[in-house]
């Protein structure tokens, strides 16, 4: 009896053992399902720790400048290879003159990373002199190359120079430094205007007579990204964009080939062997891509059935060879540049900085999405090309140096300017001998405005709420800025018209006169800011005995503390 109890009891430990046992391993996940809830907060975290570093936008540019034109010379290799074997008799012609513009723009490259940004600033003027010089010689017979009815390069070496190319790179530098100076100045949108408009228009002017209507677009794209994140009020701001819309619809129907091309894409021409020849053969070879491809090099397309297919109409070879997993990895890489783009400019606390990189940014991924937008048939063909994936080697070599420019930004960042001052600069810094990067200081009387700036841009909503996103610009609307005024100029609304009782301030007045009631000319010093004709920013005593300057005992403002940021 002792015997079956026993048995019994042992019989009933073991079952209530199994059936813990089972509720346990049922509450318990398998380790598959533990990495696989856990893989996404891997990776985010990862990202964060890799974002969080001082120079992490420094080396996410070089790197996606890197793949950028690595894999662009692997495409047009493979998309040129035939094209250049049928008319030159070797498969490596245009790849070796784009392996050459490829070398010269990491040249420019390297030299926008070195070029410290007063140098930068003091060469924005000649800059865009020069190539407003060379886009009016390029019109001029015998100076200029005629080719397929257009009158667009120089032949320098053997070597074809798009001067309209070259003034891209300018006007974003020169636009950001003139609307950087003019920050301070409290001007008004007459003088905001006046400078940048009329040269556009001369620039846009001497582009249409090439013609080229596809760069003008993109000129058009630059002063509207600098316009608005200098903070033009959206009003203004749409009426320039209804306009500038309403002079490239008549532009695109007065020449014969354009009015095709849109209405080929509107439907309203249906001819497969005409306008809509090219459209219709790059539609063709993304279907036969997949979405796996059909493999590197094996393109059909290229074979005299798809015409430019190593330029404007890259992305339909990639997408034939690599697929759709390929396309969509060239969408991400420019997406993931915009993002790194406006980050930096976020980051930037030079003004100047701010604008430029945030214009570039604008530019680079604005062309991408405009060329993928062609070829996937969203938009009407314009000929915009794929920077740094296209062939063409002026678009290659301007593109590379507008990434430099991005590249010297994200050096000086705050918290990479901390790193790189120290003793361990980087290997990488000490292999290129790049200069230490210099702290920007704003100047005192610009604080109370980015205090105000800030304050009216977290009350908005809409496009300022957009700029104030992307930490560019002022608020859309108009605003007052307490800043130095002279005694003989009325104090002026931004954007608005003078005041009819300006206020009497004696801590506001400015020791340096003007003339002619104009204000004061401005003189820009990095380290400084930007300051008055005396070279020197006005300052207010804390006793509000009024200003002092350097006659009086001025002093540099303190450096920032930007473990606050």
């Given at each position: 009896?002792?015997?079956?109890?026993t048995?019994?009891?042992?019989?009933?430990?073991?079952?209530?053992?199994?059936?813990?046992?089972?509720?346990?391993g049922?509450?318990?996940?398998?380790p598959?399902?533990?990495?696989?809830?856990?893989?996404?907060?891997?990776?985010?975290?990862?990202?964060?720790?890799?974002?969080?570093?001082?120079l992490?936008?420094?080396?996410?540019?070089?790197?996606?400048?890197f793949?950028?034109?690595?894999?662009?010379?692997?495409?047009?290799?493979?998309?040129?290879?035939?094209?250049?074997?049928?008319?030159?008799?070797?498969?490596?012609?245009?790849?070796?003159?784009?392996?050459?513009?490829a070398?010269?723009?990491?040249?420019?490259?390297?030299?926008m990373?070195?070029?410290?940004?007063?140098?930068?600033?003091?060469?924005?003027?000649?800059?865009i002199?020069l190539?407003?010089?060379?886009?009016?010689?390029?019109?001029?017979?015998?100076?200029?190359?005629?080719?397929?009815?257009a009158?667009?390069?120089?032949?320098?070496?053997?070597?074809?120079?798009?001067?309209?190319e070259?003034?891209?790179?300018?006007?974003?530098?020169?636009?950001?430094?003139?609307?950087?100076?003019?920050?301070?100045?409290?001007?008004?949108?007459?003088?905001?205007?006046?400078?940048?408009?009329?040269?556009?228009?001369?620039?846009?002017?001497?582009?249409?007579?090439?013609?080229?209507?596809?760069?003008?677009?993109?000129?058009?794209?630059?002063?509207?990204?600098?316009?608005?994140?200098?903070?033009?009020?959206?009003?203004?701001?749409?009426?320039?964009?209804?306009?500038?819309?309403?002079?490239?619809?008549?532009l695109?129907?007065?020449?014969?080939y354009?009015?095709?091309?849109?209405?080929?894409?509107?439907?309203?021409?249906?001819d497969?062997?005409?306008?809509?020849?090219?459209?219709?053969?790059?539609t063709?070879?993304?279907?036969?891509?997949?979405?796996?491809?059909?493999?590197?090099?094996?393109?059909?397309?290229?074979?005299?059935?798809?015409?430019?297919?190593?330029?404007d109409?890259?992305?339909?070879?990639?997408?034939e060879?690599?697929?759709?997993?390929?396309?969509l990895l060239?969408?991400?890489?420019?997406?993931?540049?915009?993002?790194?783009?406006?980050?930096?400019?976020?980051?930037?606390?030079?003004?100047?900085?701010?604008?430029?990189?945030?214009?570039?940014?604008?530019?680079?991924?604005?062309?991408?999405?405009?060329?993928?937008?062609y070829?996937?048939?969203?938009?009407?063909?314009?000929?915009?090309?794929?920077?740094?994936?296209?062939?063409?080697?002026?678009?290659?070599?301007?593109?590379?140096?507008?990434?430099?420019?991005?590249?010297?930004?994200?050096?000086?960042?705050?918290?990479?300017?901390?790193?790189?001052?120290?003793?361990?600069?980087?290997?990488?810094n000490?292999?290129?001998?790049?200069?230490?990067?210099v702290?920007?200081?704003?100047?005192?009387?610009?604080?109370?405005?980015d205090?105000?700036?800030?304050?009216?841009?977290?009350?908005?909503?809409?496009p300022?709420?957009?700029?104030?996103?992307?930490?560019?610009?002022?608020?859309?609307?108009?605003?007052?800025?307490?800043?130095?005024?002279?005694?003989?100029?009325?104090?002026?609304?931004?954007?608005?018209?003078?005041?009819?009782?300006?206020?009497?301030?004696?801590?506001?007045?400015?020791t340096?006169?003007?003339?002619?009631?104009?204000?004061?000319?401005?003189?820009?010093?990095?380290?400084?800011?930007?300051?008055?004709?005396a070279?020197?920013?006005?300052?207010?005593?804390?006793?509000?005995?009024g200003?002092?300057?350097?006659a009086s005992?001025?002093?540099?403002p303190?450096?920032?503390?930007?473990?606050?940021?």
């Open positions: 009896m002792s015997t079956e109890t048995e019994r009891r042992n019989r009933t430990s073991s079952s209530a053992t199994s059936s813990s046992t089972k509720r346990a049922g509450q318990k996940k398998s598959a399902k533990e990495a696989a809830t856990s893989w996404p907060a891997v990776v985010a975290e990862a990202a964060r720790s890799l974002l969080a570093r001082p992490a936008s420094y080396h996410l540019v070089l790197t996606i400048a793949l950028l034109t690595a894999f662009g010379l692997v495409m047009v290799l493979s998309a040129s290879s035939v094209e250049g074997y049928s008319k030159e008799g070797s498969a490596y012609g245009l790849f070796a003159t784009q392996v050459i513009f070398l010269l723009g990491l040249g420019c490259f390297y030299a990373l070195r070029v410290p940004v007063r140098v930068l600033r003091r060469l924005a003027l000649p800059m002199v190539t407003t010089t060379l886009l009016a010689l390029v019109l001029i017979p015998g100076i200029g190359t005629l080719s397929q009815g009158r667009r390069w120089f032949v320098i070496g053997g070597l074809s120079v798009q001067p309209s070259l003034v891209k790179v300018a006007l974003c530098v020169w636009g950001a430094h003139l609307l950087a100076s003019r920050r301070r100045e409290n001007a008004s949108l007459k003088e905001l205007l006046i400078p940048l408009l009329p040269v556009t228009m001369l620039i846009c002017l001497l582009i249409i007579l090439e013609p080229n209507l596809s760069t003008t677009i993109t000129i058009a794209i630059i002063v509207g990204a600098l316009l608005w994140f200098a903070g033009l009020p959206v009003k203004v701001f749409l009426g320039f964009v209804v306009g500038g819309a309403a002079i490239a619809v008549v695109s129907l007065v020449e014969g354009r009015s095709q091309r849109v209405m080929s894409f509107l439907g309203n021409i249906d497969p062997q005409g306008a809509g020849y090219q459209a219709r053969q790059a063709y070879a993304l279907a036969n891509g997949g979405v796996f491809g059909v493999g590197l090099g094996q393109s059909r397309a290229k074979w005299n059935y798809l015409p430019n297919a190593h330029n109409f890259i992305f339909a070879i990639i997408g060879e690599l697929g759709l997993v390929g396309g060239v969408v991400l890489l420019f997406a993931f540049l915009a993002f790194v783009g406006f980050r930096i400019a976020v980051r930037s606390v030079d003004p100047f900085l701010r604008l430029m990189t945030a214009t570039i940014t604008v530019l680079i991924t604005a062309q991408a999405f405009i060329n993928i937008g070829v996937i048939g969203l938009l009407p063909v314009t000929g915009i090309q794929l920077p740094l994936l296209s062939a063409g080697g002026t678009s290659t070599l301007t593109v590379l140096a507008m990434m430099g420019l991005l590249a010297n930004a994200a050096r000086h960042e705050p918290e990479a300017v901390i790193a790189l001052s120290g003793a361990h600069r980087g290997r990488m000490r292999l290129l001998r790049l200069p230490a990067p702290a920007y200081r704003p100047p005192r009387a610009d604080r109370p405005r205090r105000l700036d800030k304050r009216q841009s977290d009350a908005g909503s809409g300022g709420a957009l700029r104030r996103w992307f930490g560019l610009g002022g608020p859309s609307g108009p605003q007052q800025t307490p800043q130095a005024q002279t005694p003989q100029q009325p104090r002026t609304a931004r954007w608005g018209r003078p005041e009819a009782n300006p206020p009497r301030t004696a801590a506001r007045r400015s340096t006169p003007s003339r002619a009631g104009r204000p004061a000319p401005v003189r820009v010093d990095y380290r400084t800011g930007y300051s008055g004709s070279g020197r920013p006005t300052d207010t005593r804390s006793d509000g005995a200003p002092t300057s350097s005992g001025w002093r540099p303190p450096r920032p503390d930007w473990t606050r940021r």
